[in-house]
């Protein structure tokens, strides 16, 4: 065996026990297992350029092969990273087929036969783009960058191939794919920070944004909606409803049933309460066991009605494996008309009064108040 061949066969078995050791790791398919893969992805890349312009200037064939070696590496890091990032339950066998596809592959190139390894080159980065277009939960600005440019690099390498030269005349291809690979490889990496720090903020965001047990949004979220809510209230000259409801004995739910089935509870609450509201609605978990629905564009009558559907869809959960318990919860609505100079916080103290009302009335009940009039609510409904 050459030393050419030697090192092409190493870097293929260096990628198989790449693709083995990603096997090995915690959370396979999850996106905390893709950042070492790239993070190795990012130091090969960078080993690559550098390889790179010394070989542009000065091409000797241990060079060559050496720049290969790396390249095909990049490859193997740069799919599995992706793999892992698209977070799709991938069945193992295809991993073992691909690694044994890689193998294949840089075995042939080691023979230089420079079309298959670009042909490769070109079906590797179009999965890519690929897995990442297609991403569960959505891909952001870095993967779509990532994916438009793999595909660029896919088009190149095909470029390469088919519209220069005689097949074996591998040179003028090989610059020219150097050449583009500088931009595009340099852009690759750029998207794919990009992306990790787009998810990074998005993860807090949300993080920050949501109540941990149900979630649901948290009351954090509800204040900052709502300063955007009642701005467009002003300028559109639109009333703004407020729902509190806090659930009835939920002390004694907890006291008979456990901790474990009163969470539940909570869950299933906020889930009916999602599953009922409007998309512009915001449905926060306030703490313990006290929710809140702020709902632009909404009249009293029409928030009345809401907390009535609110209600039922409360009264008709049934905890799996406490089927006999009935959960109810008391509700508060107050509506503030533009006139009013309504503000949340006036609204939750108003709502909550109201809610008290609905509690001292025999609670799974109704109650309303009206911003403009103090102490003025009405017992709404008795159930
Ligand atoms: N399981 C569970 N219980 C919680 C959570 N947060 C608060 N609680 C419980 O909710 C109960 C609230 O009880 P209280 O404020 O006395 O009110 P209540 O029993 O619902 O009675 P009323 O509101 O008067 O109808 C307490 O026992 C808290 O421990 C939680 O996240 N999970």
Not at 87 to 99: D, Q
Not at 286 to 297: C, S, W
Not at 316 to 339: C, D, K, L, Q, T
Request: hydrophobic share 50%.
């Amino acid at each position: 065996m050459d030393t050419q061949t030697a090192a092409a066969v190493s870097g293929a078995l260096l990628g198989l026990v790449l693709t083995a050791a990603s096997m090995q790791l915690k959370g396979f398919g999850g996106q905390t297992a893709a950042r070492p893969m790239f993070r190795a992805f990012f130091l090969l890349v960078s080993l690559y350029l550098l390889l790179l312009t010394v070989a542009i200037r000065r091409d000797g064939p241990a060079l060559a092969l050496l720049l290969d070696l790396v390249f095909a590496t990049c490859h193997s890091l740069f799919i599995l990273g992706v793999i892992r990032r698209s977070e799709r339950p991938f069945p193992r066998g295809v991993i073992v087929l691909w690694g044994a596809l890689y193998l294949a592959v840089s075995a042939t190139a080691a023979s230089y036969r420079v079309q298959v390894g670009l042909l490769y080159s070109a079906s590797v980065f179009l999965l890519g783009a690929t897995l990442l277009l297609y991403r569960r939960g959505g891909a952001n600005l870095g993967d779509r960058g990532m994916a438009i440019t793999a595909i660029a690099w896919s088009a190149s390498c095909l470029f390469s191939i088919f519209g220069l030269g005689k097949p074996d005349d591998a040179s003028p291809q090989l610059t020219l794919s150097l050449i583009f690979a500088l931009p595009v490889v340099t852009a690759l990496a750029v998207c794919l920070f990009l992306s990790y720090v787009l998810d990074d903020r998005e993860d807090l965001r949300n993080q920050a944004a949501r109540d941990a047990l149900t979630e649901i949004h948290n009351r954090r979220y509800l204040f900052e909606r709502a300063a955007d809510i009642f701005s467009l209230m002003r300028r559109q000259h639109t009333p703004v409803s407020l729902i509190m409801l806090d659930v009835d004995h939920f002390k004694w739910i907890n006291d008979r049933l456990g901790h474990a089935t009163g969470d539940q509870a909570l869950r299933a609450i906020a889930r009916s309460l999602t599953q009922d509201s409007r998309l512009e609605d915001v449905v926060a978990r306030m703490g313990g066991e006290e929710f809140a629905v702020l709902m632009p564009n909404t009249t009293l009558p029409e928030a009345m009605a809401k907390a009535e559907r609110l209600r039922r869809g409360i009264e008709a959960i049934r905890i799996p494996g406490a089927e006999s318990e009935h959960i109810s919860a008391s509700f508060g609505v107050v509506n503030g008309e533009p006139a009013d100079r309504p503000n949340l916080e006036t609204m939750l103290q108003r709502a909550d009064e109201a809610m008290y009302r609905a509690k001292a009335a025999g609670r799974n009940t109704i109650a309303q108040a009206e911003l403009g009039k103090a102490d003025s609510g009405t017992l709404g409904q008795r159930h």
